[in-house]
């Protein structure tokens, strides 16, 4: 559905995004990750028409964004980190209004209301926009990037602005739209990309620094598996009997506290060990409290990814001056 292929953008000699390629199949859910000034909107800006690119090819539904505009802008409905309102009239005009923009071929009245009750704004169809809270300017601007039922969303931080109660409706109604849309959704919020998208692509100094299935980033950036167990016993004799288990690669005592020990457990991924724990646990009567594999929080694995990339960069650029000299 969507296919971004070599894409770069400078300013003069400042390069926002340098050669980003990435694909989103049709009904996929795309998670946009980096950190400020990582090129994230930029990428989103070019991918829905509202930025012209320096080079490269974005294509959404087999139409090329920069030969066809008007036709590939049909396929799109975008959510800028700022909503793009009119604070001036009230929700139902202004979607009205987009509505015509829009040039949409439905009824009228009918999709309006609809596409309300979907973006939960129905109560408030008659105010202001301006004197809407942050979270209902936020959700009139997600109202009119869903007008038409474009098969394509593109939603910049859609979430900024809204209470705990409606991040989480709000979460659902994106995983529910994903049944029947296209969509790339960047957040800063690390635990929702990972409950909402089923690909995350990672950009950092404006290139893609991994492209991989939400499921898969943390078994591939985590190493050698682990697990923490939290046994009742003298901390030597236990890290002692656990170092014999066969597969056990290191053990590291995390805390130990009246009589209990905690320990992390490395050991060789084609090994389960945790019977052989409780086996030989079992035999020098030390209980097991409590046992559990250690993964890779999304957290951990942004910092890791982004900082790898800081300092690859640092050190290009270290090189390049030391060839100049």
Same mark, same amino acid.
């Given at each position: ?18 050669? @980003? ?106 105010? *202001?926009? =301006? ?6 300017? &936020? ?27 409606? *991040? ?14 296209? *969509? ?18 990672? @950009? ?14 943390? &078994? ?5 598996? =682990?697990?923490? %167990?939290?046994? &009742? ?6 890290? &002692? ?6 597969? %056990? ?30 086996? %030989? ?45």
């Amino acid at each position: 559905m969507i296919e971004v292929s070599k894409l770069s953008k400078a300013y003069g000699k400042l390069n926002a995004i340098q050669d @980003i390629s990435f694909t989103v199949d049709e009904g996929e859910i795309l998670g946009l990750l980096g950190p400020n000034g990582a090129g994230k909107s930029t990428t989103m800006n070019i991918i829905t028409g509202y930025l012209g690119k320096t080079s490269g090819k974005v294509t959404i539904d087999g139409i090329e964004v920069s030969e066809k505009p008007k036709e590939a802008k049909k396929k799109v409905g975008y959510l800028p980190e700022i909503p793009p309102l009119y604070t001036d009239m009230t929700v139902e005009k202004f979607l009205g209004f987009v509505f015509d923009l829009k040039g949409i071929e439905l009824p009228k009245k009918e999709h309006i209301a609809e596409i309300m009750k979907t973006a939960g704004i129905s109560n408030v169809s008659g105010r *202001i926009i =301006k004197n809407l809270s942050k979270g209902y300017k &936020q959700r009139v601007g997600f109202a009119q990037a869903l007008l038409g039922y474009p098969p394509v969303l593109v939603l910049d931080e859609p979430t900024v602005g809204l209470d705990p109660n409606q *991040i989480i409706e709000f979460r659902k109604l994106i995983k529910s739209l994903g049944k029947k849309h296209t *969509i790339i959704f960047s957040s800063h919020i690390l635990s929702e990309v990972s409950e909402i998208c089923d690909r995350i692509v990672v @950009i950092s100094q404006g290139k893609v620094v991994t492209d991989e299935k939400t499921s898969d980033l943390a &078994q591939k950036f985590s190493g050698a598996p =682990k697990i923490v %167990v939290d046994i &009742q016993g003298p901390s030597a004799e236990v890290c &002692q009997a656990l170092r014999e288990i066969e597969g %056990v690669l290191k053990t590291e005592l995390i805390s130990e506290e009246n009589g209990e020990v905690k320990i992390r457990i490395t050991h060789k991924s084609n090994i389960d060990i945790r019977q052989n724990i409780f086996t %030989v646990m079992a035999a020098k009567n030390y209980p097991i409290l409590e046992m559990g594999k250690v993964e890779l929080s999304l957290e951990e694995l942004y910092l890791q990814l982004t900082a790898s990339s800081e300092n690859s960069q640092n050190n290009t650029e270290k090189t390049g001056k030391r060839g100049k000299k």
